[in-house]
């Protein structure tokens, strides 16, 4: 996807200059302009600089953001509406990495998109029993949100709608494929899906296990919830729609006999028994001065590294697209068995609260709990 350069403001600021204050608190210093503030404002929209350090007293700004440093330019009209800056994230600035792995081919894929001027797409799917599904939804996801957005302005009734509209999708273009008709299963995928609204309205939807993960303050806020049968909601609907949960050699617990989750998008075969492709859906509201990122991920990375582990990792790298490969080399040194696939998104405090100290890793998790088929 292509985008175009944004308009940025340089503040170099006097030490005579007006600060906008919220919550009791200064937010940003602004030079004392000549007649009525409209006008200042007029001029700011219109310059188009380089966001630069501010070089003045704690006293006389407060930036705690981080985007002052960061060279993150600014969404004027939020700002504005929220009293405090808040940064524009760019498509060029969120970082992804991709990997085969260990496994004979590559089955999630990701999005990064640029839905309209005031909403960012990203999104994570995890493919099994082939790749078919993934990339279906891969290639038709923001279609359906694009569609929704024109209709409902509740990000979460747009994701509800998106998710069942494409799992739809694929259902139908799976009884119309002749290679169906000679196998006896279809493949499935997780979906992580993260809508940003105007830098700061975050929506995330989810089936399966992939993660959506926020770094507040450098500490790992995990923001989706496993869809697996040892649940006891989950495992209730699958055995109330007929379906089995039972549990294999290596202690999984399956849905009949097969399947690790019990929401995903595709699996066809397994509808009827409640493995539903209804989402989770929370909103967050991005706190620009205390979030440094957000991050998708698949279980091929968190399989063998906690949330904390990863977001230590993305902390003390210099970029998010530096981030994403660290996190994916650092995950197949510890002998990963599965894809890899991770997209990071900064905010506005990318950089700060990062541990310094050494960090000691717990070599993860075992792989045998990844969520593919028994």
């Known amino acids: 996807m292509s985008i175009g350069s944004s308009s940025r403001v340089l503040l170099g600021l006097p030490r005579k200059s007006v600060t906008l204050w919220s919550g009791g608190v200064p937010t940003l210093s602004l030079p004392k302009p000549q007649g009525k503030f409209k006008r200042f404002r007029a001029e700011l929209m219109s310059h188009s600089h380089t966001l630069a350090p501010l070089n003045t007293r704690k006293r006389d700004i407060l930036d ?3 985007t002052w440093g960061g060279h993150m330019s600014l969404e004027y009209e939020a700002s504005l509406k929220h009293g405090a800056p808040v940064p524009k994230i760019e498509i060029s600035a969120i970082g992804h990495c991709s990997d085969q792995g260990k496994r004979p ?12 001027p005031e909403v960012l797409l990203c999104a994570v799917f995890d493919g099994h029993g082939g790749q078919d599904c993934a990339v279906f939804c891969a290639a038709h996801f923001s279609n359906h949100v694009k569609f929704w957005l024109d209709r409902d302005q509740d990000l979460e009734n747009v ?4 998710f069942l509209g494409i ?3 694929f259902s139908k273009s799976v009884v119309f494929s002749t290679r169906f008709k000679e196998e006896e299963t279809s493949s499935g995928s997780t ?9 700061t309205e975050l929506v995330i939807g989810h089936v399966g296990d992939s993660y959506a993960t926020l770094s507040r303050n450098g500490e790992a806020q995990k923001l989706t919830v496993d869809h697996v049968p040892s649940l006891t909601s989950e495992k209730k609907r699958i055995e109330e729609s007929g379906g089995r949960v039972t549990t294999d050699s290596l202690g999984r617990p399956l849905v009949n006999a097969r399947l690790a989750m019990t929401r995903s998008l595709g699996d066809t075969e397994l509808k009827h028994n409640g493995v539903i492709a209804l989402p989770y859906t929370r909103t967050i ?9 957000l991050y998708l991920s698949t279980d091929g990375i968190h399989d063998v590294m906690r949330n904390q582990e990863i977001c230590d990792v993305i902390g003390n790298c210099s970029d998010a697209f530096e981030a994403a490969h660290s996190v994916v080399q650092q995950a197949m040194s510890f002998n990963a068995q599965d894809n890899l696939t991770i997209v990071i998104v900064p905010f506005g405090s990318w950089g700060q609260g990062s541990r310094s100290s050494s960090i000691f890793y717990s070599f993860g998790r075992s792989f045998t709990m990844s969520s593919r088929y028994g």
């Not at 081919?105 to 309209?116: A, G, K, N």
């Not at 979906?191 to 830098?199: D, S, Y």
């Not at 509201?285 to 990122?293: T, Y």
């Open 167 to 169: 799992n739809n999708g």
């Open 285 to 293: 509201q991005v706190r620009h001065g205390k979030d440094n990122f």
């Open 159 to 162: 994701l509800v709608e998106s």
């Open 64 to 66: 705690g953001m981080g």
């Open 105 to 116: 081919s590559l089955e999630d894929r990701f999005v990064i998109e640029q839905l309209t």
């Open 191 to 199: 979906a992580t899906i993260a809508l940003l609204r105007r830098g």
